[in-house]
């Protein structure tokens, strides 16, 4: 158990988030963090196929998920939200279902590449492998709140470089236009597989929000109470009819882009090692250190949790049974399996 908060100024308190709820926002990216690491050495054994990396950028996941209704809202998460899926009741164990493509897969049977979320159930919206089409399918969802005169807002993540793809264009202006419930944030980690930032955009993506119509804000996205802020003000002014909100979250992807990627081609091991003391995890550690409501054993101790359950989960995604061949068709045609063949 945490010792009690002994500070009256804590930042998260004065958020509306309990001590609890930040030691448990820690430990879910510890837990992003170590999957993570462990699917580049399960990918480097041979074990599984591929793995897009979001080493880096789990704190404002994580923080932004938080700041969310977990229980209402409609997620449009981009392919390395890992923290952000966990955070809203995935489980390691379906992640590595997902990654060793098993028939148990939640997300789609084991079909689709790993991180292409889905769940009917915890309201995450497939994905599909083109960057960018999300946002204009997170847009749709707002536009269905506004219309059908609900409570819940959409939130969609995407990377810098499918800021320039036209479905975020579009998907920002209908957004606009319509005043819609949606929260596009932008997990800006510097570079678009091997293109750096400053051959992709000329200036501040938020800032492209004022053609649109809306408020656009960048935040440190190292800073998960700083997420959690701006997040949680965009999810108020969304749900009580205010409109869109672009956010930029500023991090760096301190992996390779996937497995496939040499990230060294076109970086500097100084670059990394520089941006690796800004990374927001031990930051956030130390503050809730500094808070008098965490401590290094209790650290050791969540850590050897998380192995744990990591253990389990990779061997139980390992020995899984695979999809039936059979099962091929499934989802492709209308009353397929029930009928036992095409129509």
């Known amino acids: 158990m945490a010792q009690a908060s002994t500070k009256n100024d804590n930042r998260h308190s004065a958020l509306g988030l309990s001590d609890e709820q930040a030691i448990d926002m820690y430990r879910i990216m510890n837990a992003a963090r170590k999957f993570d690491e462990r699917m580049l050495l399960l990918q480097r054994a041979g074990k599984i196929n591929f793995h897009v990396s979001g080493i880096g950028q789990e704190v404002a996941q994580v923080a932004a998920a938080f700041a969310l209704d977990r229980e209402q809202d409609y997620f449009l998460p981009y392919y390395r939200d890992y923290g952000f899926v966990l955070s809203v009741g995935m489980t390691l164990r379906e992640l590595l279902l997902s990654v060793f493509a098993k028939a148990e897969d939640p997300n789609s049977g084991g ?12 309201r995450i919206v497939t994905g599909s492998s083109p960057v960018t089409t999300q946002v204009p399918h997170a847009v749709g969802f707002a536009l269905a709140s506004k219309m059908k005169r609900k409570s819940f807002v959409s939130f969609v993540t995407f990377g810098e470089g499918s800021s320039n793809q036209g479905d975020f264009h579009e998907g920002c202006n209908f957004a606009g236009v319509h005043k819609l419930p949606v929260i596009f944030m932008c997990e800006n980690n510097q570079y678009a597989i091997s293109t750096p ?67 060294l081609a076109y970086r500097t091991k100084e670059e990394v090692d520089l941006h690796r003391g800004k990374d927001g995890l031990p930051l956030f550690k130390q503050y809730l250190i500094d808070c008098g409501i965490w401590s290094e054993e209790q650290d050791a101790e969540m850590q050897l949790a998380i192995r744990k359950e990591l253990d389990e989960a990779t061997e139980y995604g390992d020995k899984a049974p695979f999809p039936a061949p059979e099962s091929i068709l499934q989802h492709v045609y209308a009353n397929d399996m029930e009928q036992g063949g095409r129509r």
Not at 111 to 122: D, E, I, N, V
């Open 197 to 263: 930032l400053n051959k992709q955009v000329a200036g501040k993506i938020s800032d492209r929000a004022q053609g649109y119509g809306f408020d656009g804000v960048r935040v440190d996205g190292n800073d998960a109470l700083e997420v959690f802020s701006i997040v949680k003000k965009a999810r108020e002014k969304a749900a009580n009819g205010g409109g869109p909100t672009l956010i930029e979250a500023m991090m760096y992807r301190l992996s390779p882009h996937s497995t496939s990627d040499n990230d």
């Open 111 to 122: 079909r689709q590449m790993p991180g292409h979320f889905g769940s009917k159930k915890l």
